[in-house]
């Protein structure tokens, strides 16, 4: 996926993607899975039931990769480097929400970019 171990992107480095970058995951923000929790706790009989929480779209590494230099302020000369795909990466991810929408109630609220621009903004905040 992505390599960012060093802190390349805050660093107006390059950074590395594994494979050609148009593999996809479903990532939502940390506020979603909470929110889901507390709708679990909240719901009567929910014993023994499994679901998936998620944002409910995908986003592929590329985009993922120019959100966040989007969202760093990374100068947009600074292209990503492409490395080999790592063996058993799953090509695509998209969770099924339906169960959880149905059963609790839970619609995701933050997306993808907005996650992300919190999360910027957080550690600007913190770390300077």
């Known amino acids: 996926m992505v390599s960012d171990s060093s802190g390349n992107l805050r660093e107006d480095k390059e950074v590395t993607i594994?494979?050609?970058?148009?593999?996809?995951?479903?990532?939502?923000?940390?506020?979603?899975?909470?929110?889901?929790?507390l709708l679990?706790?909240?719901?009567?009989?929910?014993?023994?039931?499994?679901?998936?929480?998620?944002?409910?779209?995908q986003l592929t590494v590329n985009e993922l990769a120019r959100l966040l230099?989007?969202?760093?302020?990374?100068?947009?000369?600074l292209k990503p480097q492409f490395a080999p795909a790592r063996p058993g990466d799953v090509?695509?991810?998209?969770?099924?929400?339906?169960?959880?929408?149905?059963?609790?109630?839970?619609?995701?609220?933050?997306?993808?970019r907005e996650g992300f621009e919190r999360t910027v903004k957080w550690y600007k905040l913190k770390l300077g």
């Open 91 to 112: 090509r695509h991810s998209l969770a099924d929400i339906s169960k959880a929408r149905t059963l609790l109630g839970y619609y995701p609220k933050i997306t993808a």
């Open 18 to 37: 594994f494979g050609d970058g148009e593999q996809s995951r479903d990532f939502t923000c940390v506020e979603n899975i909470v929110e889901a929790n």
């Open 40 to 57: 679990t706790i909240r719901a009567e009989r929910m014993t023994d039931e499994v679901f998936n929480i998620a944002y409910g779209e």
């Open 69 to 77: 230099s989007e969202t760093i302020g990374v100068p947009s000369e």
